[in-house]
């Protein structure tokens, strides 16, 4: 089974300048996450989506952070324009549903990550 | 904000060794999983103990959870260079109309051959 796809692994852009990221996730699952993982923390919720729906963007900068998932399946994130603090790694991680009634949030399967730094 | 806090930072043994980390949380939680992330990768899950378990094993993994005193810890027996990585306890709690997983910041584990 092939796993969560990111792209791309690296990239570095000046601050003021635009990015985006690309997430395919597994295959059938319904549940798309994005987090930061700022160095040396544990990531942090982004946005998650069920399909092509938001469940959850209470932790998104929107003004100037944007994602969407129009068929439910790959994944955009946007950043524009980039500051300094936005150098991370962005995670993208999906999981076959929400949540499983008798154990809770579902297992969620990372990507690689896109490591960006902000100059 | 980090719901989970991991203890320690960082823990360097001996091959062969046990390592514990251990994980405090603040609210109420549904599950609490444990997650590991080599060096430059993504996140792997480990192993998930709801909140009406008291431990759960996994291979040379044990995990204990204690609602009382709303920790958990993470035991690896015997541990091998390869279990060098950072290890995150995340808790899955309802927020406004969603529920999601709160990652603490991890404890650094190095395994020395």
């Known amino acids: 089974e092939a796993g969560v796809a990111q792209s791309p692994r690296y990239k570095i852009i000046e601050k003021r300048q635009s990015v985006a990221f690309w997430c395919n996730p597994i295959?059938?699952?319904?549940?798309l996450y994005w987090y930061q993982q700022i160095l040396g923390q544990g990531p942090k919720l982004l946005i998650q989506?069920?399909?092509?729906?938001?469940?959850?963007d209470s932790q998104l900068p929107k003004d100037r952070f944007s994602a969407e998932r129009l068929k439910g399946v790959d994944s955009t994130l946007k950043i524009q324009p980039a500051k300094l603090e936005d150098s991370a790694v962005y995670l993208c991680?999906?999981?076959?549903?929400?949540?499983?009634?008798?154990?809770?949030?579902?297992?969620?399967?990372f990507g690689p990550g896109t490591r960006l730094t902000v100059l | 904000s980090q719901q989970g806090e991991e203890d320690p930072q960082a823990l360097s043994i001996q091959e062969g060794e046990n390592a514990t980390m251990n994980c405090s949380y603040k609210?109420?939680?549904?599950?609490l999983q444990w997650y590991r992330q080599n060096s430059g990768r993504g996140l792997v899950h480990l192993i998930l103990?709801?909140?009406?378990?008291r431990e759960k094993h996994s291979g040379r993994l044990r995990v204990t959870l204690d609602t009382s005193k709303k920790s958990s810890s993470l035991l690896i027996t015997a541990s091998r260079a390869a279990d060098t990585a950072s290890y995150f306890c995340?808790?899955?709690?309802?927020?406004?109309?969603?529920?999601?997983?709160?990652f603490g910041s991890g404890t650094r584990l190095l395994v020395r051959p």
């Open positions: 991680a999906s999981s076959l549903r929400l949540r499983d009634p008798a154990r809770g949030t579902d297992t969620q399967y």
């Open positions: 295959s059938g699952h319904a549940t």
């Open positions: 103990i709801r909140s009406n378990e």
């Open positions: 995340a808790t899955d709690r309802r927020a406004d109309s969603s529920y999601k997983l709160i």
């Open positions: 609210t109420s939680i549904n599950n």
């Open positions: 989506f069920q399909n092509n729906g938001v469940v959850d």
